[in-house]
Nanobody
């Protein structure tokens, strides 16, 4: 059974940082690209970042470029999202997702497995 479990969300002030983690199990983690997506209240789920199986190919949505960093540790079956210089508009539920394939696709919103999400709130 494929499982994706996010952690690391919380309340942070504007300009602060958070590091999200996603523990993966039930599949061969290093065979697949992975993604982070988010959904803010009243809005559709949107792509944030994706990473290929090896970590050599990475894509970001323009609004987080230079502030967020996606990475993976295949030995630990874990995906990460380092979020710096957080803004109020980054407030959302953040989801980890498993891709159908090994290479990363920019802007991708279709994945075959999703975690339950972790809440990130940026507020003073």
């Amino acid at each position: 059974e494929v499982q994706l479990v996010e952690s690391g969300g919380g309340l942070v002030q504007p300009g602060g940082s958070l590091r999200l983690s996603c523990a993966a199990s039930g599949f061969r983690f290093d065979d697949y690209a992975m993604g982070w997506l988010r959904q803010a209240p009243g809005k559709e789920r949107e792509f944030v970042a994706s990473i290929s199986w090896s970590g050599s190919e990475i894509h970001y949505v323009n609004t987080v470029k230079g502030r967020f960093t996606i990475s993976r540790d295949n030995a630990k079956n874990t995906l990460y999202l380092q979020m710096d210089s957080l803004k109020s508009e980054d407030t959302a539920v953040y989801y980890c997702a498993k891709d159908f394939q090994s290479w990363a696709v920019p802007g991708r919103n279709e994945y075959d497995y999703w975690g339950k999400g972790t809440q990130v709130t940026v507020s003073s």
